[in-house]
């Protein structure tokens, strides 16, 4: 792998220090042993490693600390893809069909799942445009066809009208102010985000729930909460950071458990509970406030 290592660096115009190319060479063995255990019915070739990798890494400045932020099986995929290659495009139909099934199932079926797999491939793979080469390897290609997909039935929806306009979720999905994957998300996931999130606060401590209270539902300052609690304006807000994060890891543990979504798309999901976190809070806080703590 070292070779490689050295025909990537120059393929990507950085000049790599011994240790550094010994480090890529690791880093390139483990990603083919990685690749091979996630697509075994790949042949791994040395050429397309460099066809998949070089575009998303020639604009890094650091090539070795890059690399190791790649999805690289799913990349060699991606290229595998892109050079022809049967068994890549036959994990690639098996992975938009997938995609494909769960979208049209969160749109109410209004769709055909073989007419969305059809119009994703056609788009992913065939043209000048192969929409493939724009995955960028920072997350898994399962998450990102997903989204791909999405757009997908979007379009096609629309086109033969069989997606009403004033549709809530379609609407949701489409938002121009938003971006669309955190759209369907927010669409697709709503109830069980709301149980995930009540569940959360319900086991928070009674001093978390009321400081949160006391700063969302009441409005107080840092001062006034510290003034409440006779503490410090510092020891109340490290109170508060406190009760937001576990608030946070309360709720990403249940939705991991209660929907098995893939880390990108966990990860974009939570990004959505904690920018709604200070809209979601009061309806929920004032629930809760009855057996909640008054000071101390």
């Known amino acids: ?8 660096a120059a393929r990507t115009g950085h000049t790599l220090a011994p240790a550094d190319v010994t480090e890529l060479a690791a880093q390139l063995e483990a990603a083919a042993a990685a690749t091979r255990a996630k697509w075994p019915e790949l042949t791994i070739r040395d050429e397309l490693w460099l066809e ?10 650091d090539l070795v600390a890059a690399f190791a932020q790649l999805a690289v099986a799913d990349v060699y995929l991606v290229g595998a893809c892109l050079a022809g290659d049967k068994p890549a495009l036959a994990i690639l139909e098996r992975l938009t069909r997938t995609a494909a099934t769960h979208v049209v199932a969160r749109l109410g079926g209004r769709l055909s799942v073989e007419d969305v797999v059809q119009e994703l491939l056609m788009k992913l793979v065939v043209g000048e445009s192969r929409k493939l080469a724009g995955f960028g390897g ?40 938003d971006d669309q994957a955190l759209a369907f998300l ?13 569940a959360a606060l319900a086991e928070l401590s009674k ?5 949160l209270r006391l700063q969302i539902n009441d409005q107080l300052t840092l001062p006034e909460i510290g003034a409440f609690y006779r503490v410090s304006r510092a020891t109340a807000a490290r109170w508060l950071a ?23 798309e966990l990860g974009q999901l939570m990004r959505l509970v ?14 809760t406030h009855g057996g909640d703590e008054s000071g101390q």
């Open 1 to 8: 792998m070292r070779t490689l290592a050295l025909q990537l």
């Open 52 to 61: 998949a990798l070089a575009p998303r890494l020639d604009s890094e400045a």
């Open 138 to 177: 920072q997350g898994a290609l399962a998450a990102w066809l997903r989204i791909s997909a999405v757009r997908t039935a979007i379009s096609l929806g629309r086109k033969r009208q069989e997606l009403a306009l004033e549709d809530e979720t379609l609407e949701a999905i489409a938002d121009e102010g």
């Open 186 to 198: 927010k669409a697709s996931y709503r109830d069980e985000f709301k149980r995930a999130f009540a």
């Open 207 to 211: 001093r978390s729930r009321t400081l």
């Open 242 to 264: 406190e009760a937001r994060a576990d608030l946070l890891k309360r709720t990403r543990t249940r939705l991991m458990t209660s929907l098995g979504l893939p880390a990108e």
């Open 274 to 287: 904690a920018s709604n976190l200070y809209g979601t809070l009061p309806g929920l806080l004032r629930q």
